[in-house]
């Protein structure tokens, strides 16, 4: 079974080619993926922003195939970020990984993070086709 998610961008809103501003998602199976460190297979975490973020989202995209699932059936992302780490550096490295998959998004700077030295944090929601 194909699902299929609808994208929500209201007019007098912005327009981002990088996320939505809302997704509707249809009752279907749910994976709701913790938040993933920039940490590699032996839970090292990685040095700086541009690394521990794309390999914090490697480990949401290796979370949801083993659900069965992919990011472009993912419905929320959440990206926390160590006050002072320079967002765009992360948002580039983690585009490099996720691809032009659109989905609705929250950024939010954070104070730290309850790993010593991690510098970003991602969770997502995703639906899984049948």
Do not use: C
């Not at 297979?41 to 914090?56: F, K």
């Amino acid at each position: 079974m194909t699902v299929t998610t609808t994208h929500l961008d209201p007019e007098g809103l912005y327009v981002s080619p990088a996320f939505t501003q809302g997704v509707i998602a249809p009752a279907a199976r749910t994976v709701y993926v913790g938040g993933q460190l920039g940490t590699d297979s032996t839970g090292n975490l990685l040095d700086g922003i541009e690394a521990q973020s794309a390999q914090a989202m490697r480990n949401v995209l290796a979370v949801l195939a083993a659900a069965g699932t992919g990011p472009e059936h993912v419905v929320k992302l959440n990206i926390y970020l160590v006050g002072g780490s320079d967002a765009q550096v992360g948002y580039e490295a983690t585009r490099s990984v996720w691809g032009d998959h659109r989905t609705a998004i929250t950024v939010v700077s954070t104070a730290g993070h309850a790993r010593p030295g991690a510098l970003v944090e991602i969770d997502a929601t995703a639906i899984i086709p049948e």
